[in-house]
C-alpha cells in the first residue's frame, strides 16, 4: 500500500546533468555570488562552465579574487568581470586581479568580511539594512550612515542580492538539501538564500531523505540545481 | 443559500497549488488544505517552528511532541525535510523564499490589508505569532474565510476596522461563497457557489466587485 | 604517546551536576529566556529549579506564555515575573498568564514572532539594530521609526539580550556543544548566544568528540552550564 | 639590542591567556601562538572561516584543503570541533563571544586606535579580510608587531597615519621591546626587554609611557 502511495515520477528534480546545463542562462550584467573561501569550497567547474557560456558585464561576489589562474581567477582573466565585491584581493597568487585592479580594468568594493557574510543574510533574510558596529570609523565606513546605540557607534549596512549564486557542497540530494565539507561550508549556505538561483555543484547525489534532517545544513528551499561533480578535490592555495 | 464546505474550499486551494511549491498553511482552517494535497503531487510544507517538508499527522499512538506544528499539532517529517532554528525559520518567511501561504482572517481589505491577530476587543489577549512575518513574506498570500460574520457583516471590508496584520499583502480570498482575487483594479470574484447570482454576492460583500468568473470559466 | 599529550584533567568542564546547581546564581531582577514552542523545546525542569530559587522581579522571553500548570506557566503563577516578551500568549490552555494580564500583575510585550526572533538573533550577533518589514502599518510597530528601502517599507527593531537562557537540548558535551531534537530547536540556539549565561538541560552528555563537528547546531562558546536530564519526554499541549 | 624573539613573544602571549579561553590568532605573527600553547591547557582556537576547536597544522602528506585557517593553511578539527557559515562565524565574532583575539599591527595609537589592513600607499591593493570583526569583536584585543619599523620609527603612535581597522580597540601590545598596556590613562609598559632601560624605550616609543614594570615584577 505504501507504493501505491509514492508519486509515479518524482516532481521535484533539481538535479541537472552538466555543469554547462547548470549555468546556460546566465545573463550578461547578471550579479553572481560565488561560494569559497581561499581554494575550499570554490565551485571550479561550475566557474568553467560560466566562462564557456561567455556571459560578460558580471559582478562577482566573493570573499577573494581568485588564486592562480584558476577558479574566479580565470573568469577575471577573460575580462567579462565589470565589478567584484570581496574582502580580501590581496594574495601572494592574485596576480590576475592584480594586474586588472592596476590597469583600472576591474572595479573594486572592498567589504571587511564579516559585513559581507552579514549582508549576504540579510538578502536571504529579508533584512532591508541593518546596524554593525564593524569599520566604524574606517576608510571603508566613508559617506555611510551612522548611528550609536546604547553607547556604541554603528554603520549602516545593506543586502548584496545577487541572480545567481553558485556553490561547492558535500553531497544533495533532488530536493536541493545541502551538507557541506568542513571548513568549505564557508559562503555557501548564505549565498544560496540570497541569489534568485542557486546553483550547487555536489561531490554526490544522494537519494530523498538519506540526509540527516538534523543535520541538513541548506535546505533545498535555497537550492534551485545541483549538478554531480566527482572527483572535484580542492587544491592547494598559496598563501 | 449553498455554501461551500470547509473542505471544499481546502480542496480549492489545494488544486490552485502548483507542483512543487514551498508552502505555510496557517493555524485553523488552512490547515486543512493539507488533507487536500495528493500523494502523487510534490509540495513542501513548511512550518515556523522550524521544519521544511512537513508530513501528515501520526497515527495515533506515534505522536512525538518534539515534531509539532505551528498550531502545537503533533506531524510527521517527510524524507527530504530539515530542521533549523528560528531565525533561520522566519528569515525564510521574511526573506520572500516561500511560494505561497494560506492564512485565516478575520477582515480582508479591497487593498488587500490583512487582520488576523486582534478583534481589537478591550479584553482580548493579543497573540500575533507568526502571522504578520507570514504576510508580508510569502510570494503568494491566500487567505481561507467565512465570507461573512456570525452577524451577517462582509468579512471583505473597505477598510478593516480590527488591528492589522499587513497592508496590501493579500493576493486572493478563499470564502464560502466565492473566491476573489485583489487586483490592482480591485476586487474580482473569480468563482462564485453555485447558485448564488453574481449580484447577490456583491450585495453581501458590500464593496465593489467585478465578476471575473465568466472568464475562469471559460479558461 | 598520545596519551602523555592528553591533559591531566579535562580543563573545560561545563557539566554542572543537578539543575539546582545551574540555576542557583539568576538574581532578582534577571532577563531570562526560556527556549521553546508550546512544549517543545520547554526546559522544564531548569524552570522548576529556577522557581525553587526564589528569583523575582524577573523578566522572561518565551515564544509563549505558559501551558497549564507546568513550566513557564508554573513560573508566572508565582508571581515572580514582572514582564513577558513574547509572539503567543493567547492559547486554551495559558489561564496562568490570562488571569495575571487581566488582573494588571504582569506587563507584557507582544513581538511579532519573527522580530522576536532576529532580535534575539541580533543580540547574540553584535548587530545594533536592524530594518524588518514584519509588523510594518500595524499596532505593533506603533511609535517605532520606520524607512524606506528601495521601495519596501520597514521597522526598525532593536536587539534583545538577556542574563540568563534556559533551554533544552537532546545531547552535550563537557565544552557546551549541543545538538536538538525535531522542532525542540526552535529558539534554543539563538537564544543560546544572546545571553550572559547560558544553561542548558541534555538528555544525554556525550563525550567530547562524539558529536558529529558537522552537525553540531550550538557550538560550545554560547553555552555555559550543561546539566544531564534524562527521562524528560516533552507532554502533549493544548493548541 | 636585545630584543624578543617572535618566538618569545609567541610564548609569553600564550602564558597570558588564559585557561578555557576562545581565541582567534589573526594571520602572521600572530599564528605563532598556537605553537606555544601547552598540550596540558585547553584553549580553544577559532578561525574566522567557520571552525571553532581548530587544532595544529597536519602532518606533511596530510594535508586537506577543505580544512584550512584564515590564512588558508591546511589545519586539524580537535575533538569537540564544530564547523558553521561565515554569517555564523562573523556573528561569533561581531557578537563579543571570543576572549581574546591577537592581530599584527601596522601601527597602534595611545588610544589603542589600530591600522593593520593598509599602508595607504596609493599602488597598494588593499585588502581588509576579518581584521575589522576581530579588532571591535573580541573582548581582549592585543596586538603583536616589531616596535620599529625598519626606518627606526615607532609603531606606536600618536595618532596612526595609517588607514583605521578599529577605533579604540587595542588593549595591549606585544613588541619585540615591551609588553605595553593601552589604559584610560595612557600607555604603560608592563614588561621590556631584559637590558634595555626604561628611558631608551621611552625615547624609542617617542609618545608618552608610564613605567608599570616594577609593578609586574613584584605581582
Keep these: ?239 | 443559500m449553498k455554501r461551500f464546505t470547509h473542505d471544499e474550499m481546502a480542496a480549492r486551494v489545494a488544486r490552485d497549488i502548483p507542483d512543487g511549491a514551498y508552502v505555510n498553511l496557517g493555524i485553523g482552517l488552512p490547515t486543512r488544505v493539507a488533507n487536500h494535497l495528493p500523494p502523487d503531487r510534490e509540495i513542501v510544507l513548511h512550518t515556523e517552528n522550524g521544519l521544511l517538508g512537513m508530513g501528515p499527522a501520526p497515527a495515533t499512538g506515534a505522536e512525538d511532541f518534539d515534531l509539532i506544528n505551528a498550531g502545537k499539532q503533533p506531524v510527521t517529517a517527510l524524507p527530504g525535510a530539515s530542521y533549523f532554528h528560528h531565525a533561520d525559520s522566519f528569515a525564510m518567511m521574511r526573506g520572500g523564499h516561500l511560494d505561497y501561504c494560506v492564512l485565516g482572517a478575520f477582515q480582508v481589505s479591497v487593498a488587500g490589508d490583512l487582520a488576523n491577530w486582534h478583534t481589537g476587543a478591550s479584553d482580548a489577549i493579543p497573540a500575533v505569532g507568526g502571522a504578520m512575518d507570514l504576510a508580508i513574506g510569502a510570494k503568494h498570500v491566500y487567505v481561507m474565510m467565512e465570507h461573512l460574520t456570525k452577524d451577517g457583516a462582509s468579512k471583505i471590508v473597505a477598510r478593516c476596522t480590527y488591528p492589522l496584520t499587513g497592508l496590501a499583502c493579500v493576493e486572493r480570498i478563499y470564502t464560502d461563497l466565492a473566491v476573489i482575487d485583489v487586483t490592482p483594479a480591485g476586487l474580482v470574484a473569480v468563482d462564485v457557489v453555485p447558485g448564488l447570482p453574481f449580484a447577490e454576492l456583491a450585495r453581501l460583500t458590500g464593496v465593489p466587485l467585478a465578476d471575473g468568473s465568466a472568464a475562469v470559466h471559460v479558461a
Design chain 1, 1 to 239: 500500500m505504501a507504493a501505491r502511495r509514492r508519486p509515479s515520477r518524482p516532481v521535484i528534480d533539481k538535479i541537472v546533468p552538466t555543469a554547462a546545463a547548470a549555468v546556460a542562462d546566465v545573463h550578461d550584467g547578471a550579479t553572481i555570488m560565488v561560494g569559497g573561501f581561499g581554494t575550499a569550497g570554490i565551485p571550479f567547474e561550475l566557474i568553467d562552465a560560466l566562462i564557456a557560456t561567455g556571459a560578460r558585464d558580471l559582478t562577482v561576489v566573493n570573499n577573494n579574487a581568485g588564486n592562480a589562474d584558476t577558479g574566479v581567477a580565470a573568469l577575471l582573466k577573460t575580462k567579462r568581470v565589470r565589478r567584484i565585491v570581496c574582502s580580501f584581493p590581496r594574495q601572494v597568487d592574485s596576480w590576475v586581479f592584480d594586474a586588472l585592479y592596476r590597469t583600472g580594468e576591474i572595479e573594486l568594493e572592498l567589504v571587511p568580511q564579516g559585513n559581507l557574510a552579514e549582508r549576504i543574510r540579510a538578502a536571504g533574510a529579508g533584512i532591508g539594512a541593518f546596524y554593525t558596529p564593524t569599520g566604524y570609523g574606517t576608510q571603508l565606513a566613508e559617506g555611510k550612515e551612522t548611528r550609536e546605540i546604547a553607547g556604541r557607534r554603528y554603520v549602516l549596512e545593506y543586502p548584496i542580492h545577487a541572480d545567481f549564486a553558485l556553490i561547492k557542497a558535500q553531497a544533495g540530494d533532488r530536493w536541493g538539501n545541502l551538507v557541506y565539507r568542513k571548513t568549505a561550508r564557508n559562503f555557501g549556505p548564505i549565498m544560496a538564500a540570497a541569489a534568485k538561483c542557486t546553483i550547487a555543484q555536489v561531490a554526490s547525489v544522494v537519494g530523498l531523505g538519506e540526509l540527516d534532517p538534523e543535520a541538513i545544513v541548506t535546505p533545498g528551499i535555497y537550492v534551485h540545481r545541483v549538478v554531480a561533480i566527482a572527483d572535484a578535490a580542492t587544491p592547494a592555495v598559496a598563501a
